[in-house]
Antibody, heavy 119, light 110 residues
């Protein structure tokens, strides 16, 4: 059974870069799926951040595109998120998810990790 | 990109049916049959309950159903049960290409 697990610092200072990794277990990242990052500020709605195909192709939310980089490491079976120049508005639970490209759905989710932006 | 529009809250009594709407534009919901719905209980990750407008993943109760008309998608939950109390989010592929979620609807089972 495929499982996803987010990891990374829970506290990031304003203007710095948020970095998270999603480890994929129970299956290969090198398969016909996209791998996505989605976030949810406390008490608010879900926001799609971006995704990556195992071969490296990416798509990003236009509103975040200038600050976001998503990369994949097939040797480690994991993918990563970097979000630069963070502010308090980037405080959120960050989820990684598997994305079925042919049907445009998110069928497996990590448990989520809270990242707080504060000095 | 703007979030899809959902009612903030809906409520119903056990055994009743409720419908949650999700309104977008011709660049997202109206342009593609790639609408999905997610159920989220407090403190938990979202769970896929409907994909491709009206399809249910294996293991999801047939009390959940989806439909679409023009730029608006709908989720119907029949025979409401206490465990259905949760937040529900719609999502759609967009022409960017990107993906967008709705603002979420809190379902209260009275």
């Amino acid at each position: 059974q495929l499982q996803l697990q987010e990891s990374g610092p829970g506290l990031v200072k304003p203007s710095e870069t948020l970095s998270l990794t999603c480890a994929v277990s129970g299956g290969s990242i090198s398969s016909n799926y996209y791998w996505d990052w989605i976030r949810q500020p406390p008490g608010k709605e879900l926001e799609w951040i971006g995704n990556i195909y195992y071969s490296g192709g990416t798509n990003y939310n236009p509103s975040l595109k200038s600050r976001v980089t998503i990369s994949v490491d097939t040797s480690q079976n994991q993918f990563s998120l970097r979000l630069g120049s963070v502010t308090a508005a980037d405080t959120a639970v960050y989820y990684c998810a598997r994305h079925v490209a042919s049907n445009s759905l998110f069928d497996v989710w990590g448990q989520g990790t809270l990242v707080t932006v504060s000095s | 990109q703007s979030a899809l529009t959902q009612p903030a809250s809906v409520s119903g009594s056990p055994g009743q049916s409720i419908t949650i709407s999700c309104t977008g534009t011709s660049s997202d919901i109206g342009g593609y049959n790639y609408v999905s719905w997610y159920q989220q209980h407090p403190g938990k990750a979202p769970k896929l309950i409907i994909y491709d407008v009206s399809n249910r993943p294996s293991g999801v109760s047939n009390r959940f159903s989806g439909s679409k008309s023009g730029n608006t998608a709908s989720l119907t939950i029949s025979d409401l049960q206490a465990e259905d109390e949760a937040a529900y989010y719609c999502s759609s592929f967009t022409s960017s290409p990107s993906w967008v979620f709705g603002g979420g609807t809190k379902l209260t089972v009275l």
